[in-house]
């Protein structure tokens, strides 16, 4: 099955400085990689997602980036502010699709970004 | 903006006792899913439901576990005989494609 890695396990980081986390997943087959942002005590929230035909998205100060060949995918947060104190999660979708889109996740990224 | 709801936001329980984790799912979503998480680790899948049954499911998801969706809004989880090591966030999901969406998840703790 689907095994995605996850680095840095923490990440702190300066009010304005940009964040990086990285994801490697082992399924040549997975077609589909989304970003959870988990605040404490809640579920994990949905901040952006790319498909294996695209190789980089942005929304606003996120952005992520894949490279199939190598089976890697980046979340970049650039101009950080507290409120992005977080757990980040990576997640991938296998290509079985069909019945199931089950998520595999990476063990997440504790983002602190101090004032 | 519809959301996943669930029910109950805690629950505590004996060993061995029976526990029912409900969700809401998002109503024009076709997937339904059930993943925990431990404290402090990562969210792990358990169980994806599509059409009425099952469509696949973790080792983590034995024989002590079922799911139901005894109706066209509730999906269920429950466990029949609670251990210690199931104390964890359990997340309901939903999705109609690819992007699944979070429940704010139930704290079970079983002593």
């Known amino acids: 099955g689907e095994n995605v890695e996850q680095h840095p396990s923490t990440l702190s980081v300066q009010e304005g400085d940009s964040a990086v986390i990285k994801c490697t997943y082992s399924d040549s087959a997975s077609n589909y990689f989304p970003w959870y942002k988990q605040e404490l005590g809640k579920g994990p929230q949905l901040i952006i997602d790319?498909?294996?035909?695209?190789g980089e998205k942005k929304d606003q100060r996120i952005a992520v980036t894949l490279n199939k060949t190598a089976k890697h995918f980046s979340l970049h947060i650039t101009e950080t502010q507290p409120e992005d104190s977080a757990v980040y999660f990576c997640?991938?979708?296998?290509?079985?699709?069909?019945?199931?889109?089950?998520?595999?996740f990476g063990k997440g990224t504790l983002l602190t970004v101090n004032p | 903006e519809p959301e996943v709801t669930q029910t109950p936001s805690h629950q505590v329980t004996q060993m061995g006792q029976e526990v029912i984790l409900r969700c809401v799912p998002i109503?024009?979503?076709?997937?339904f899913y059930w993943y925990r998480q431990i404290l402090g680790q990562k969210v792990e899948f358990l169980v994806s439901?599509?059409?009425?049954?099952?469509?696949?499911k973790s080792e983590i998801f034995d024989d002590q576990f079922s799911v139901e969706r005894p109706d066209g809004s509730n999906f269920t989880l429950k466990i029949r005989s609670t251990k210690l090591e199931d104390s964890a966030m359990y997340f309901c999901?939903?999705?109609?494609?690819?992007?699944?969406?979070f429940g704010p998840g139930t704290r079970l703790l079983v002593l």
């Open positions: 439901f599509y059409n009425n049954e099952i469509s696949e």
């Open positions: 999901a939903s999705t109609r494609e690819e992007t699944q969406y």
């Open positions: 790319i498909r294996s035909n695209v």
């Open positions: 109503s024009n979503h076709l997937y």
């Open positions: 997640a991938a979708v296998g290509g079985s699709g069909g019945s199931n889109y089950k998520l595999t």
